[in-house]
């Protein structure tokens, strides 16, 4: 479970220099536990799908919850395709039917709800543009005017020059059938970027920031369910009726009539492995959104068929396809294609050596010996290191060994992840109250509750938890705590052991300073007022990212047959909830004391001679703290312990 804190202050954001994003990137585990269709066997079995395809998928859509839901998670979790959402906004607009936070507090909230989602959609990674959602919008020329086309468009391009799909999809068609404008600018992106990613004259600024451009083969848009009658198709944001049919946005024609569906996707399968059809997982991720759902509402099994029409190709096509990628070599082995005709020979022979290695690993597997795959696994992860090497040294062009690398770059990641559920591999992070842990104690009342958020100059321990399950000891190369903004954190270790044994848990304690320095957990976008439809980014933010990197992490490094192996987990804080039990979410940091006003902002007529104000003070720091006030002239005292609130 993860809280997404919001620290709001006078304060001007951190300053540097803001970097976009890499779909290579590194990123540790945001979450304390895996999901269940993300552990033991079922996660290698998946691992092993990604690893022998390189088959990509981006959607496109304009709030959390209108994504796609069951194709997302029958193309990632069946098919083993990296799929990747970009929302547009953060659902700032909407309504919330679980708590009274709304506009810019509900698109926090949102963010996490749609975080949690992409778990069980089986997501890659998530993106956002800084456009908000200002309230309904009636068109598409009302959203794109409050927006700005080019705003939005650059960003959209932006992520999809990231991320290198070979499709583009969305929800959405571009149109009146879309429901309202944000979601017709959604669809509308899916096709324009679809040309604008791919031309280097299109913000060339982001090839100045070392963004290359990127053409997708294919995009689609699912095919409305819109309510059609004599009188033409129904636009739900001006319950008028228009004519049947949609804009081709690439084209500029008009397609009349009822929208074709080109690729009917199966996604109601049942997966025997994971136990569920594709739709039962992901309305379970869909549940967390609770601010618009109130729960989830897991449906009973049954198959269900999601269409897609094809707004365009950049190869010849059918009318009627099996799949997104009909026509598209998606092997492994096509990577070679990447590098042109004047790739050397020894390319694509290493590429085929790497997708054998791979082809034996899913003949061998054994859900109930998933480690008797291991030595296959880092021996095709040897491979795909070494060839990357001979890229970087190769004579290719810089197009092309950037587009190269990015893929080996990935499958190197794969090549990890696959290796790391395989072992049944894990490692925690858990801030720990101070003094010595009892472990015949902490076996029978779990985890001790700690502090909420850390604040600066504080000092505190922490304990980092490895496990293995596989037959074969680990080599532990390396172990340790790293700071996502790399100041001093004045860390002190533990002695680490040599070496992880098999289903032998290892426990490191760590005591850690938070730098007076350090920035508070917050938002990366900030916008002066409701008026505003889109955010300003701090310098220093990671571009397009959901939010701001946590600050503190666990990281380790393990030797397995010559290869390293690694993985990561942000530092948790633990609480103790009457029903839920005990909970982990990412540690935050915030200031000692933090104050807000209620309400925050106002109109007060003339006539009127006073007006109430509520404050709330909420104390993170140990011990009491006394509140002074002024009334009348007079001077109060209270105190309140941690941790509390008051109000006067």
């Given at each position: 479970?993860?809280?997404?804190?919001?620290?709001?202050?006078?304060?001007?954001?951190?300053?540097?220099?803001?970097?976009?994003?890499?779909?290579?990137?590194?990123?540790?585990?945001?979450?304390?536990?895996?999901?269940?269709?993300?552990?033991?066997?079922?996660?290698?079995?998946?691992?092993?799908?990604?690893?022998?395809?390189?088959?990509?998928?981006?959607?496109?859509?304009?709030?959390?919850?209108?994504?796609?839901?069951?194709?997302?998670?029958?193309?990632?979790?069946?098919l083993g395709v990296r799929v990747s959402l970009l929302?547009?906004?953060?659902?700032?607009?909407?309504?919330?039917?679980?708590?009274?936070?709304?506009?810019?507090?509900?698109?926090?909230?949102?963010?996490?709800?749609?975080?949690?989602?992409?778990?069980?959609?089986?997501?890659?990674?998530?993106?956002?543009?800084?456009?908000?959602?200002?309230?309904?919008?009636?068109?598409?020329?009302?959203?794109?005017?409050?927006?700005?086309?080019?705003?939005?468009?650059?960003?959209?391009?932006?992520?999809?020059?990231?991320?290198?799909?070979?499709?583009?999809?969305?929800?959405?068609?571009?149109?009146?059938?879309?429901?309202?404008?944000?979601?017709?600018?959604?669809?509308?992106?899916?096709?324009?970027?679809?040309?604008?990613?791919?031309?280097?004259?299109?913000?060339?600024?982001?090839?100045?920031?070392?963004?290359?451009?990127?053409?997708?083969?294919?995009?689609?848009?699912?095919?409305?369910?819109?309510?059609?009658?004599?009188?033409?198709?129904?636009?739900y944001a001006n319950h008028t009726w228009g004519q049947?049919?949609?804009?081709?946005?690439?084209?500029?024609?008009?397609?009349?009539?009822?929208?074709?569906?080109?690729?009917?996707?199966?996604?109601?399968?049942?997966?025997?492995?994971?136990?569920?059809?594709?739709?039962?997982?992901?309305?379970?991720?869909?549940?967390?959104?609770?601010?618009?759902?109130?729960?989830?509402?897991?449906?009973?099994?049954?198959?269900?068929?999601?269409?897609?029409?094809?707004?365009?190709?950049?190869?010849?096509?059918?009318?009627?396809?099996?799949?997104?990628?009909?026509?598209?070599?998606?092997?492994?082995?096509?990577?070679?294609?990447?590098?042109?005709?004047?790739?050397?020979v020894s390319f694509r022979e290493g590429l085929e050596?790497?997708?054998?290695?791979?082809?034996?690993?899913?003949?061998?597997?054994?859900?109930?010996?998933?480690?008797?795959?291991?030595?296959?696994?880092?021996?095709?992860?040897?491979?795909?290191?070494?060839?990357?090497?001979?890229?970087?040294?190769?004579?290719?062009?810089?197009?092309?060994?950037?587009?190269?690398?990015?893929?080996?770059?990935?499958?190197?990641?794969?090549?990890?992840?696959?290796?790391?559920?395989?072992?049944?591999?894990?490692?925690?992070?858990?801030?720990?109250?101070?003094?010595?842990?009892?472990?015949?104690?902490?076996?029978?009342?779990?985890?001790?509750?700690?502090?909420?958020?850390?604040?600066?100059?504080?000092?505190?321990?922490?304990?980092?938890?490895?496990?293995?399950?596989?037959?074969?000891?680990?080599?532990?190369?390396?172990?340790?705590?790293?700071?996502?903004?790399?100041?001093?954190?004045?860390?002190?270790?533990?002695?680490?052991?040599?070496?992880?044994?098999?289903?032998?848990?290892?426990?490191?304690?760590?005591?850690?300073?938070?730098?007076?320095?350090?920035?508070?957990?917050?938002?990366?976008?900030?916008?002066?007022?409701?008026?505003?439809?889109?955010?300003?980014?701090?310098?220093?933010?990671?571009?397009?990212?959901?939010?701001?990197?946590?600050?503190?992490?666990?990281?380790?490094?393990?030797?397995?047959?010559?290869?390293?192996?690694?993985?990561?987990?942000?530092?948790?804080?633990?609480?103790?909830?009457?029903?839920?039990?005990?909970?982990?979410?990412?540690?935050?940091?915030?200031?000692?004391?933090?104050?807000?006003?209620?309400?925050?902002?106002?109109?007060?007529?003339?006539?009127?001679?006073?007006?109430?104000?509520?404050?709330?003070?909420?104390?993170?720091?140990?011990?009491?703290?006394?509140?002074?006030?002024?009334?009348?002239?007079?001077?109060?005292?209270?105190?309140?312990?941690?941790?509390?609130?008051?109000?006067?």
């Open positions: 479970m993860k809280l997404l804190v919001l620290c709001i202050g006078t304060a001007t954001l951190w300053m540097l220099t803001s970097v976009p994003l890499q779909a290579i990137q590194f990123r540790p585990a945001e979450d304390a536990r895996a999901i269940p269709v993300d552990r033991g066997a079922a996660a290698t079995w998946q691992a092993l799908k990604r690893l022998h395809t390189r088959a990509s998928i981006m959607m496109i859509v304009a709030h959390p919850d209108d994504e796609d839901g069951p194709m997302l998670t029958y193309e990632s979790r069946g929302t547009l906004d953060r659902g700032e607009g909407g309504a919330n039917v679980m708590s009274s936070d709304l506009w810019d507090a509900l698109g926090l909230v949102r963010t996490e709800e749609l975080l949690q989602a992409g778990r069980y959609y089986g997501l890659d990674a998530q993106y956002f543009t800084t456009m908000a959602d200002y309230g309904f919008s009636k068109s598409l020329q009302e959203a794109l005017g409050q927006w700005g086309h080019d705003r939005v468009l650059e960003e959209a391009v932006r992520v999809v020059r990231t991320v290198r799909p070979l499709v583009v999809c969305s929800v959405f068609v571009g149109g009146p059938t879309d429901g309202h404008g944000q979601h017709a600018t959604a669809g509308l992106l899916a096709q324009e970027v679809f040309k604008a990613a791919g031309d280097p004259k299109m913000f060339p600024d982001q090839i100045k920031a070392g963004l290359l451009p990127w053409s997708p083969i294919k995009t689609y848009a699912r095919v409305p369910f819109f309510r059609t009658s004599e009188k033409g198709s129904y636009d049947l049919g949609v804009t081709n946005h690439l084209t500029g024609k008009w397609e009349p009539g009822k929208v074709a569906v080109t690729v009917p996707v199966p996604s109601g399968t049942y997966d025997p492995l994971l136990g569920e059809t594709y739709p039962q997982i992901s309305r379970e991720g869909l549940g967390f959104q609770r601010s618009q759902n109130g729960g989830p509402d897991i449906p009973l099994a049954a198959m269900q068929t999601g269409g897609y029409h094809r707004f365009g190709s950049r190869i010849s096509a059918s009318d009627e396809e099996q799949s997104f990628f009909d026509g598209i070599d998606t092997s492994l082995v096509s990577i070679a294609d990447l590098a042109g005709v004047h790739a050397p050596a790497i997708n054998a290695q791979v082809e034996k690993a899913i003949t061998n597997f054994a859900p109930q010996r998933p480690d008797e795959i291991v030595p296959l696994l880092a021996k095709g992860l040897q491979q795909t290191q070494s060839l990357i090497v001979d890229i970087k040294q190769s004579k290719l062009g810089a197009d092309e060994k950037y587009n190269v690398l990015h893929e080996l770059h990935l499958k190197e990641r794969q090549f990890n992840d696959a290796i790391v559920a395989a072992l049944q591999l894990s490692l925690n992070a858990d801030v720990v109250p101070p003094g010595p842990i009892n472990p015949l104690m902490a076996e029978f009342r779990g985890a001790s509750p700690t502090f909420e958020m850390a604040i600066p100059g504080k000092q505190f321990n922490i304990k980092i938890h490895l496990y293995q399950a596989s037959s074969a000891p680990l080599s532990l190369e390396k172990v340790g705590l790293i700071s996502s903004s790399g100041k001093d954190w004045d860390i002190k270790s533990s002695q680490r052991p040599e070496q992880l044994e098999s289903q032998k848990a290892v426990d490191l304690l760590y005591t850690v300073k938070v730098p007076v320095d350090e920035p508070f957990t917050r938002p990366y976008f900030t916008r002066k007022g409701l008026q505003d439809a889109y955010y300003q980014v701090s310098q220093g933010a990671p571009l397009n990212a959901p939010q701001a990197a946590y600050p503190l992490y666990a990281e380790a490094h393990f030797s397995y047959k010559g290869v390293n192996i690694s993985l990561a987990s942000v530092v948790q804080v633990v609480s103790k909830v009457n029903g839920p039990g005990t909970l982990r979410y990412p540690m935050p940091l915030g200031p000692a004391i933090s104050v807000a006003m209620s309400p925050s902002a106002g109109v007060i007529p003339l006539d009127v001679k006073s007006t109430r104000v509520s404050a709330r003070m909420h104390n993170n720091a140990e011990g009491k703290v006394e509140i002074l006030l002024k009334q009348n002239g007079k001077l109060q005292v209270e105190a309140f312990e941690p941790p509390a609130s008051a109000s006067k």
